[in-house]
């Protein structure tokens, strides 16, 4: 499984950004993480083929995952930016129970 993500960049606090990765085959579920630096990374949302969605408590309401199964591509819409945002978002592609592959990772900084 291949992931290429893109979208990207620096927005100032109370912008938006999205956030887009296509995988190479048809992917279960795919998602977001992201990692801000001296952190763990932490799960910011993820969908199911069937459009079934999980997202992280912090992002609720900013934040729209949506996915392209025709181009199996996912998408993170981020809105009401805020400078906490800030860090490498990796897209994932879990094809099992414990079976995820990421992509190369995008970095979003969110100024005050």
């Known amino acids: 499984v291949q992931l290429q993500a893109s979208g990207g960049g620096l927005v100032q606090a109370g912008g938006s950004l999205r956030l887009s990765c296509a995988a190479s085959?048809?992917?279960?579920?795919m998602g977001w993480y992201r990692q801000a630096p001296g952190k763990q990374r932490e799960l910011v949302a993820t969908i199911a083929s069937r459009g079934n969605t999980n997202y992280a408590d912090s992002v609720k309401g900013r934040f729209t995952i949506s996915r392209d199964n025709a181009k199996n591509t996912v998408y993170l819409q981020m809105g009401s930016l805020k400078p906490e945002d800030t860090a490498v978002y990796f897209c994932?592609?879990?094809?099992?129970?414990?079976?995820?592959?990421w992509g190369q990772g995008t970095h979003v900084t969110v100024s005050s």
């Open positions: 085959t048809i992917i279960p579920v």
């Open positions: 994932s592609a879990q094809t099992g129970p414990l079976t995820y592959y």
